[in-house]
T-cell receptor, first 113, second 117 residues
């Protein structure tokens, strides 16, 4: 079983749509969770951290369900500029693997006019 | 530019040749990571340094790969006797010291794209 699993997509949505991405992780002791965004042939950039209580940043909402080992990202009112690959990322145990990030394969989003 | 810097951006080499990549982290970051990313995959961890000490190496890091960070600042990743399967994007990231309160966000450089012919 892969450590971090995501639906690779692609998700093709019209501008203004709401789109949700899901991710599951296998290590129940994982400490930290993130969504990174990666544009084509560019480096990954942090989109947002994911907290147990859920968190929102503008049009983006992230949720974490530790019991189900499930992470989600919701994008509302999608823009053309949201087109990218969204990487679900889990940081392994603090004190264990010392902060190494485990990436999913990414979910590709394409927002159309 | 105060971000993570990687050089070269692109490298084309023939199979069997040695290549070396350089990474300059964000200046106040003491942790430096190397990742490899192939098409359609997320980045995969290779190794990381805390200051000049190499603290962990992935099983992906074969004997042909070696990384150094001699003065705790910039790092180099060398691949000896390159193989076609080494073709990938090599990403470097840096972060602040890890502690219970820090988010330990890793910031990535633009990567070095290696093509082995």
């Amino acid at each position: 079983r892969k450590e971090v699993e995501q639906d690779p997509g692609p998700f093709n949505v019209p501008e203004g749509a709401t789109v949700a991405f899901n991710c599951t992780y296998s290590n129940s002791a994982s400490q930290s969770f993130f969504w990174y965004r990666q544009d084509c042939r560019k480096e990954p950039k942090l989109l947002m951290s994911v907290y147990s209580s859920g968190n929102e940043d503008g049009r983006f909402t992230a949720q974490l369900n530790r019991a189900s080992q499930y992470i989600s990202l919701l994008i509302r009112d999608s823009k053309l500029s949201d087109s990218a690959t969204y990487l679900c990322v889990v940081r392994e145990n603090y004190g264990g693997s010392q902060g190494n990030l485990i990436f999913g394969k990414g979910t590709k989003l394409s927002v159309k006019p | 530019d105060t971000g993570v810097s990687q050089n070269p951006r692109h490298k084309i080499t023939k199979r069997g040749q040695n290549v070396t990549f350089r990474c300059d982290p964000i200046s106040e970051h003491n942790r430096l990571y190397w990742y490899r990313q192939t098409l359609g995959q997320g980045p995969e961890f290779l190794t990381y340094f805390q200051n000049e000490a190499q603290l962990e190496k992935s099983r992906l890091l074969s004997d042909r790969f070696s990384a150094e960070r001699p003065k705790g600042s910039f790092s180099t990743l060398e691949i000896q006797r390159t193989e076609q399967g080494d073709s990938a994007m090599y990403l470097c990231a840096s972060s602040e010291p890890l502690d219970l309160l820090a988010k330990n966000i890793q910031y990535f450089g633009a990567g070095t794209r290696l093509s082995v012919l």
